[in-house]
């Protein structure tokens, strides 16, 4: 099982959404600086783990659409940082404002932990279209399957995107903005493990590890002899039920090796999944990868339970049970 000895009883855990929590230059946009300004009201909640959303460069509001792994978005630069220049904000000053960070929270005794989404990218990040340009170094970073041999099955219904002049689609489960990566190829996980590096080298050892069970879906790889799937359709539209089951075993070979590349780093990094099932059953194996995992098992018991009370003629826990059903039928 996995295990980081400085977590194992580290406290009260807080998350931040960086847009909206503190504006330390009045352009009404939250910043990293001005969450380095607030440390002293975390540390005084007794808070030992900070959870930011996602920082890297990415092209949206949310982040979870990563253009540049190893960059800060320079919208959660403040110009108010004495790292911008002439209060003009860059990459560099955003990094800077980043670090800063981390190192004055180590030492309030705050751990940062990061945000980090691996399952998919944006498609302007330089991988995929260096892969969507058939470039050999690049092309099996992301899953292409030929939309004219294969019309029936390699199409947008299934979850398969058109993109440039040639005849292949690229596999995209959480929309046509955000192509899955291919783990199955060497190069693409050797580059995460660098990129996980990367930020340990700057100071960060928790994170917080996106849609995990979505790594390796039943649809998106080739499904070995002896390997373990959970099945998982998703029934909320029964006119349009979506396929959600996933390789458990792929899944977990893949999380096991760069927990043990970031522990070899550093023995306190700490790993925590985000796996929205449930079902304790299906989320249980993943602790053989991971310091940690969400409780979405209690989250629907407790929501299903409050739903019952505020409405007990069933209107609402018809709700909650439906969610139970598309996670883990």
């Not at 003009?88 to 030492?107: F, P, Q, R």
């Not at 058109?162 to 693409?188: Q, V």
Request: aromatic share 14%.
């Amino acid at each position: 099982m996995a295990t980081a000895p400085a977590w194992k009883k580290i406290g009260a855990g807080y998350q931040i959404m960086v847009s909206s929590f503190a504006d330390s230059d009045g352009d009404g946009f939250g910043d990293i600086y001005g969450i380095t300004q607030k440390l002293d009201y975390i540390a005084g909640l007794n808070v030992k783990a900070l959870w930011l959303t996602p920082i890297q460069k990415s092209d949206s509001y949310h982040g979870y659409d990563i253009s540049d792994y190893e960059k800060v978005d320079v919208k959660f630069a403040s110009k108010a940082s004495p790292h911008a220049v002439n209060g003009v904000t860059t990459e560099d000053s955003a990094m800077a404002d980043y670090e800063d960070l981390i190192k004055a929270a180590n030492e309030k005794g705050i751990k940062i932990v990061m945000d980090l989404v691996l399952n998919h990218t944006s498609t302007s990040i330089p991988w995929f279209i260096r892969s969507g340009q058939l470039n050999a170094d690049y092309r099996g970073y992301y899953q292409w399957a030929n939309h004219e041999k294969n019309p029936t099955t390699i199409n947008e219904d299934s979850s398969w995107y058109p993109y440039g002049d040639h005849p292949y689609s690229y596999y995209a489960k959480f929309g046509s903005g955000m192509p899955e990566l291919n783990y199955a190829y060497k190069s693409t996980r050797q580059a995460v493990e660098d990129m996980t590096c990367f930020w340990i080298d700057k100071g960060v050892t928790g994170f917080r590890l996106d849609a995990v069970k979505h790594i390796f879906m039943k649809d998106e790889a080739d499904v070995a002899t002896g390997d373990t799937i959970i099945n998982d359709i998703d029934t909320s539209d029964p006119t349009k039920p979506v396929d959600y089951s996933s390789n458990l075993t792929k899944n977990l070979n893949f999380y096991k090796e760069l927990n043990k590349v970031a522990k070899s780093k550093t023995p306190d990094a700490f790993f925590v999944g985000e796996n929205f099932d449930g079902t304790a059953y299906q989320v249980g194996p993943y602790y053989e990868a991971f310091d940690s995992m969400f409780d979405f098992y209690s989250y629907f018991n407790l929501t299903s339970q409050a739903a019952m009370s505020a409405n007990p003629s069933g209107g609402a826990s018809g709700y909650a049970s439906g969610w139970m059903r598309g996670e883990s039928a």
